[in-house]
């Protein structure tokens, strides 16, 4: 894969790695994550969106069996929730809105099948920020520790990226 924002597009000599010619393609799957050639999420976000919808299919038939609220939300952590928050930390940040309504159409449908309130996907974004950032301030051995500081506050810590 090759990303060239330049504003005139032009063909790349093949790269050669011992002898052998490496294929140039306009997407690819990293660690679970679909990367495009033009760098948006379109892919990746459709890819998880689809995979999520599979899932209500299982989650609607534990409904028709009677299943409590509690097990159904139990279910749907682990099995549709975990799909859609997939290294939502990468991503997410960096979605067109066409893309966030489509995962949280997933998550609204989920509630609707449950029957409970459910977090939204942006919700769930901001709390695995947070809980990153948190464990990123809390090891000072971490590369990045030294890109926050922690704020003076009354009730709650705050973070702040050093520029």
Same mark, same amino acid.
């Given at each position: 894969?090759?990303?060239?924002?330049?504003?005139?597009?032009?063909?790349?000599?093949?790269?050669?790695?011992?002898?052998?010619?490496?294929?140039?393609? *306009?997407?690819? *799957?990293?660690?679970?994550?679909? /990367?495009?050639?033009?760098?948006?999420?379109?892919?990746?976000?459709?890819?998880?969106?689809? *995979?999520?919808?599979?899932?209500?299919?299982?989650?609607?038939?534990?409904?028709?069996?009677?299943?409590?609220?509690?097990?159904?939300?139990? =279910?749907?952590?682990?099995?549709?929730?975990?799909?859609?928050?997939?290294?939502?930390?990468?991503? =997410?940040?960096?979605?067109?809105?066409?893309?966030?309504?489509?995962l949280q159409r997933?998550?609204?449908?989920?509630?609707?099948?449950?029957?409970?309130?459910? @977090?939204?996907?942006?919700?769930?974004?901001?709390?695995?920020?947070?809980?990153?950032?948190?464990?990123?301030?809390?090891?000072h051995t971490h590369?990045?520790?030294? /890109?926050?500081? /922690? /704020?003076?506050?009354?009730?709650? @810590?705050?973070?702040?990226?050093?520029?």
């Open positions: 894969m090759v990303v060239d924002f330049r504003r005139t597009r032009r063909d790349h000599s093949p790269l050669h790695i011992d002898g052998s010619t490496v294929e140039i393609v *306009k997407s690819t *799957k990293f660690l679970g994550v679909h /990367l495009a050639e033009d760098l948006t999420w379109s892919l990746n976000t459709s890819t998880i969106t689809k *995979k999520a919808q599979q899932r209500l299919y299982f989650l609607r038939r534990l409904r028709k069996a009677h299943l409590p609220p509690p097990i159904l939300t139990t =279910f749907y952590r682990g099995t549709i929730e975990s799909i859609l928050s997939s290294c939502i930390t990468a991503w =997410f940040g960096n979605c067109t809105a066409s893309d966030r309504k489509s997933v998550v609204r449908t989920a509630e609707k099948i449950i029957g409970v309130s459910l @977090p939204t996907i942006t919700d769930i974004y901001t709390t695995r920020c947070i809980r990153k950032t948190t464990s990123i301030v809390d090891d590369s990045s520790h030294t /890109l926050f500081t /922690l /704020l003076p506050s009354g009730k709650s @810590p705050g973070l702040s990226a050093k520029g």
